[in-house]
């Protein structure tokens, strides 16, 4: 069964970092891209990054081009977002999805597989 679990996800001033993780299982991170997308209440789900499966190139929404980074481990099976420079804007489930493609704005495309999600909440 495909499964994946995010986490890392709390409540963090304006200004902190936090580091979410994507575990994923029983699908292979060398055929599927995965993205992260975010939900913040009464807003539209938006894509915000993705990491290819071929070559690993990383791409993000221009709304958090240098704050946010996209990596993975393949031995863990896990992908990872890291977020600096965290503002209040930034609160919103933070789900990751695996994909049949990456936009180069950081869209993941043709979704097969979504998380449950992770809360992030910036707030002093």
């Known amino acids: 069964q495909s499964q994946l679990v995010e986490s890392g996800g709390g409540l963090v001033q304006p200004g902190g970092s936090l580091r979410l993780s994507c575990v994923v299982s029983g699908i292979s991170l060398d055929y599927y891209e995965i993205g992260w997308f975010r939900q913040a209440p009464g807003k539209e789900r938006e894509g915000v990054s993705c990491i290819r499966s071929s070559g690993g190139s990383t791409h993000y929404a221009d709304s958090v081009k240098g704050r946010f980074t996209i990596s993975r481990d393949n031995a863990k099976n896990t992908v990872y977002l890291q977020i600096n420079s965290l503002k209040p804007e930034d609160t919103a489930v933070y789900y990751c999805?695996?994909?049949?493609?990456?936009?180069?704005?950081?869209?993941?495309?043709?979704?097969?597989?979504w998380g449950q999600g992770t809360q992030v909440t910036v707030s002093s």
């Open positions: 999805a695996a994909a049949e493609a990456c936009s180069d704005y950081g869209q993941a495309i043709a979704v097969d597989y």
